[in-house]
């Protein structure tokens, strides 16, 4: 039962990875084909002012990827049962409700941080190829690429609650979306973030979960 329900939530989260997977590699490739081509003088000059690892211009890109994957995610594996209608025959099954929400969460997030995990791993790679004498690796470097990959993920738990919900009006509907948005906005802002915006973030998280579980247990699949 465990390996049919983890093998149905792979395949049909599948072309979202792909999707992913494209999108961060253009941008290591976009990176890496822009570090090659610059002069000595522009390298030079880029070394003086390394604060992250890949260029500073692919920040607000990577933040719309890892939004947009951790968004498509929470919907392909809630909204998929529901245009098949698949929710009834899944939710009647002997390990009960929780127990399919709960799969459903762990691949979806697992998937997530393999994915997030993966570019993480080879911006770290870069960073250490790319380093001198002079101007070190350090990895304060990667800093805002594991706040986008954190943050990401309280998206995806927002975004499945939100396909998970019912609600005859879809402004309702959105309600978690909504207010994970302005949640986003805050936590974004928050200087010295991983002093004071990672705890929160965590319990935020913590809490989202929990209410997926609980709107799970309530929620009518009639």
């Known amino acids: 039962m465990f390996k049919s329900m983890m093998r149905k939530e792979l395949m049909e989260t ?11 590699a253009l941008i290591l490739i976009s990176d890496a084909f822009e570090y090659s081509w610059a ?20 920040i607000d890109v990577l933040w719309m990827i890892a939004f ?4 498509l995610l929470g919907l392909v594996q809630t909204l998929t049962d529901s245009v098949q209608g698949t929710w009834g ?4 099954l002997p390990p009960g409700r929780r127990w399919i929400i709960s799969s459903k969460l762990l691949v979806g997030g697992g998937v997530y941080v393999a994915c997030t995990g993966l ?15 002079v101007y070190p690796f350090r990895w304060s470097m990667m800093s805002v ?12 738990l927002a975004t499945f609650l939100t396909g998970l919900r019912p609600a ?9 979306l909504a207010g994970c948005g302005l949640l986003v906005w805050v936590l ?6 991983w002093v004071y915006g990672f705890a929160p973030l965590l319990v935020f998280c913590g809490l989202l979960v929990g209410v997926i579980l609980y709107v799970g247990d309530v929620r009518d699949y009639t």
């Not at 947009?68 to 968004?71: D, H, K, L, R, W």
């Not at 974004?188 to 973030?193: D, T």
């Open 39 to 58: 002069s000595d003088g522009v390298l030079i000059n880029q070394m003086q002012r390394w604060t992250t690892v890949l260029h500073d211009q692919f």
């Open 119 to 133: 570019f993480l791993l080879v911006c770290v790679m870069i960073g250490w190829t790319r380093q001198t004498a």
């Open 89 to 92: 025959y899944l939710v009647h």
């Open 14 to 24: 599948l072309p979202v990875m792909a999707i992913a997977g494209f999108l961060y």
């Open 145 to 156: 690429y594991v706040q986008i990959s954190l943050i990401g993920m309280l998206v995806y």
């Open 168 to 176: 005859r009006w879809y402004g309702s509907r959105l309600l978690p």
């Open 68 to 71: 947009g994957f951790a968004i």
């Open 188 to 193: 974004i802002g928050v200087p010295q973030w």
